[in-house]
């Protein structure tokens, strides 16, 4: 804590946010204009060892971190995300997320450069067909914090920089050229950094396309540089309706009042959030830590989507935890809060296999009359199975045929 936030303060007196504290001690000649002001941000993010020991005091292992994956991967710490960091404690989980420590320079066994297998479903360079329906468009490799567990450093390390006109223009062309797309998901890098003019120029041509029923854009802007959500950029996104926005919040302490409002702005404004969280060793593997993070995200109209099992990214093995305790967190969280707030638990199997998901085993037996459940207390219930099992829908073939004829496509 700041200590010029004295235990004697009144209790009327509104406590600083944990950014305005952080600034404070951190940035004190920043002005507001300046602080919210995306694009300072950037230009003072902390990129290397020099600058960030200017700011923290860091442990041996983050400064052989630092500089043993300095030619691995990317350092990037915006100020505003650097100003949540617990200067006092290694275990914070900003700062774990954002500095290296020495263990992420080592690969270990079974860790993947291409964890996702998404290279070999790559078939231009913007461009991931893994699923059938539904694409990746890779819009940029640059993000305005570099997350220590990122899945796809090889592209985010630097090197591939946003995209040409001509990259576009064939990402473009490949979804009108395939109509089995009706989901294209943005992604990066973050989309977000991109002016609202470079953006625009991908939104509106996709849009366009008559079997392109949505699209979804992966940012994590809201989290690490949440002055970038301005109502500009709220109102172009809800132009091109459907688009919904992927954001990826870990921890309660990254829900800020800075945060909430960038959520919250995107939702008034017609854009659903969602969110995507990682599930990381000693960061928020505990059962209270997501429930708290689900409460805190629904109470800003964010619905907590995927805790995602650690990828098999080169160098995240220290983060990463049992498929287990996924499972038992899942098991904590069933019946003990909202289902709103239970988020479903993926494994994106290593090598492209897809995403995967689990949930504990509530079958206890399987009969031809009865179905026996244990609930969340533990107590065994019975299911009685229908006399009746056909499940055909006759009525189908007519709905489909009045569907061509109308020309309905869901929306």
């Known amino acids: 804590m700041d200590s010029s936030v004295g235990a004697t303060a009144p209790l009327s007196s509104p406590r600083p946010s944990l950014s305005a504290e952080g600034r404070a001690r951190l940035f004190p000649s920043a002005t507001d204009a300046e602080w919210t002001d995306w694009r300072w941000q950037q230009r003072h993010s902390v990129r290397n060892l020099e600058q960030l020991e200017r700011y923290v005091r860091l442990t041996p292992e983050e400064r052989a971190g630092v500089q043993e994956t300095s030619s691995l991967f990317r350092m990037g710490i915006s100020p505003y ?9 290694a275990l914070c989980p900003v700062r774990m997320q954002s500095i290296p420590v020495r263990a992420e320079a080592r690969v270990r066994p079974g860790e993947l450069e291409d964890p996702l297998g998404e290279d070999k479903t790559r078939p231009e360079e913007c461009i991931v067909h893994k699923y059938p329906d539904r694409v990746l468009f890779l819009a940029l490799d640059t993000c305005s914090v570099y997350c220590r567990h990122c899945t796809r450093r ?3 390390k630097g090197g591939e920089a946003e995209l040409t006109k001509d990259q576009m223009r064939r990402g473009i062309d490949y979804v009108r050229n395939h109509p089995e797309v009706r989901d294209v998901l943005i992604s990066g890098g973050d989309p977000f950094l ?3 003019e470079r953006l625009e120029s991908l939104l509106a041509p996709l849009s366009e396309i008559p079997h392109v029923e949505m699209i979804r854009i992966g940012t994590r802007v809201p989290v690490v540089l949440p002055m970038r959500v301005t109502d500009s950029l709220a109102r172009l996104l809800r132009r091109y309706a459907p688009v919904y926005v992927i954001t990826h919040f870990n ?9 909430r409002e960038a959520c919250e702005r995107l939702v008034d404004h017609g854009v659903p959030v969602e969110n995507q969280a990682v599930l990381m060793r000693q960061l928020n593997s505990d059962a209270r830590i997501i429930k708290e993070l689900s409460h805190v995200l629904l109470r800003s109209r964010v619905r907590p989507y995927y805790l995602h099992q650690m990828d098999v990214a080169e160098g995240c093995e220290h983060l990463r935890t049992p498929i287990a305790k996924g499972l038992e967190i899942l098991e904590q969280l069933r019946g003990h809060t909202s289902g709103l707030a239970v988020p479903h638990l ?5 090598g492209g296999g ?3 998901t689990l949930q504990p085993d509530y079958v206890i037996e399987r009969g031809e009359r009865e179905t026996l459940f244990r609930n969340y207390k533990g107590q065994t219930y019975a299911y009685p199975e229908p006399e009746e099992t056909d499940c055909s829908c006759p009525y ?3 709905w489909q045929a009045r569907s061509r004829e109308l ?3 869901g929306r």
């Open 81 to 89: 995300y650097l100003s949540l960091i617990d200067p006092e404690h």
């Open 154 to 156: 090889r592209i985010t």
């Open 194 to 196: 991109l002016s609202e």
């Open 251 to 259: 921890h309660p302490k990254e829900v800020t009042p800075e945060a």
């Open 346 to 350: 993926a494994v994106d199997l290593p």
């Open 354 to 356: 897809g995403k995967v």
């Open 396 to 398: 189908d073939e007519v």
């Open 407 to 409: 020309g309905f496509r």
